[in-house]
């Protein structure tokens, strides 16, 4: 059932380990007795397997289940993260989410194979570098939405059209307080993940503003740890050129003239803003990016009277179904084609069997097994 695992796939989550208890390949070799180092880069490296006995070796040496090496929707030690979060919580808080996370990222890829589903081979990635201007990237952002075909209303497509236009995967997520969404880079896929509990124009941004992260990880690789600022001046900078393309993408200057009033006021501002599925206060700076209005004229706007874009008190904006359609076929695909099991996939989810019927009801999914 599904992937044997790889001398690559072994090694490289053995690296993940001795690298997170910080120890040599030197120190690693003297634990499993070889003579010296080489041998242990030949097995990170994927050129050696590890045999039965060694795989005993790691396990108690480390600590650690079987499963961590055996396991195929592991995708530990390959693939890169960028969380956005708020400031104060902590990385240590983050790791056994991103544990969660990276299994259903990684059953994802592994199930598109193995049911024939398939990833593309063609990865995208925009032409930018931090040393492109901030126009370059909001100009990027509508170029994105234009080749997307987001229409009138970019938000309402955008998640579909990430992941039919550019093969990536989108999750809707129960994220712990202070966790927005993340970009995750992995061989073969680029994924985001929302908390699909926030604000629906903040759900919006992070999508976006994720999305750019993806697009161009290689030249411009995130922190692990977002907080929208960045830490340094290079970062702080790429998170500013992210919010750009992110804030043209949801709203392109095209799809602005079509809501021009006589005069910008905040029930215009609560009104277009609720209508592209964005923030108020993030509509109020684009319309100065774009020279609709000044800075100074935006400051009188009092950001109170903006909040959830003047929503009344208790309001709780509609929640989307958790994890998200694509991602659920290819669970469904799984458990049909016998590469999964129901109750695997039940686990993986953390819903029991009868739940997991419901999710695969709620998006609309015929039940891949019988109740």
Request: charged share 25%; aromatic share 8%; proline share 4%.
């Amino acid at each position: 059932m599904g992937q044997i695992m790889t001398p690559a796939s072994t090694g490289t989550r053995l690296k993940a380990l001795r690298e997170r208890r910080g120890m040599s390949q030197e120190q690693l070799a003297q634990t499993f007795g070889f003579r010296n180092h080489q041998t242990i880069a030949q097995i990170e490296g994927g050129q050696r397997k590890l045999s039965a006995e060694e795989l005993v070796t790691a396990v108690q040496a480390f600590e650690v289940d079987l499963d961590y090496f055996t396991n195929p929707f592991l995708i530990v030690g390959e693939a890169r993260f960028s969380w956005r979060r708020r400031a104060e919580l902590e990385a240590t808080d983050l790791d056994a989410f991103e544990g969660k996370a990276g299994e259903w990222i990684g059953a994802y890829r592994e199930l598109c194979v193995t049911t024939g589903c398939g990833l593309s081979p063609i990865v995208h990635r925009l032409n930018l570098t931090r040393f492109d201007s901030y126009e370059a990237a909001e100009a990027a952002g509508e170029g994105v939405a234009a080749f997307l075909k987001l229409g009138a209303v970019p938000s309402r497509r955008l998640a579909e059209a990430m992941q039919e236009e550019l093969k990536m995967l989108v999750l809707m997520v129960d994220a712990q307080s202070g966790i927005s969404g993340a970009a995750c880079l992995v061989r073969d896929l680029g994924a985001v993940l929302v908390n699909r509990n926030e604000p629906v124009g903040r759900r919006n941004f992070d999508l976006a503003h994720e999305l750019f992260h993806v697009l161009t990880w290689d030249a411009m690789p995130p922190e692990r740890l977002d907080d929208g600022v960045g830490s340094g001046k290079i970062q702080k900078r790429i998170e500013t050129m992210a919010e750009k393309f992110a804030s043209a993408l949801l709203m392109p200057r095209e799809v602005l003239a079509n809501h021009q009033p006589a005069e910008i006021d905040h029930d215009w501002l609560n009104r277009t803003a609720t209508a592209l599925g964005v923030s108020s206060v993030a509509l109020k700076w684009r319309l100065v990016s774009l020279g609709l209005t000044d800075a100074d004229t935006a400051r009188t706007f009092d950001d109170r009277f903006l909040s959830r874009n003047g929503a009344p008190d208790g309001h709780r904006d509609e929640v989307p179904p958790l994890f998200g359609r694509r991602f659920m076929t290819v669970m469904a695909a799984g458990i049909e084609k016998g590469q999964v099991s129901v109750r695997r996939v039940a686990k993986l989810l953390a819903v029991s069997i009868d739940e997991l019927g419901e999710l695969f009801d709620e998006h609309g999914i015929p039940r891949p097994f019988d109740m």
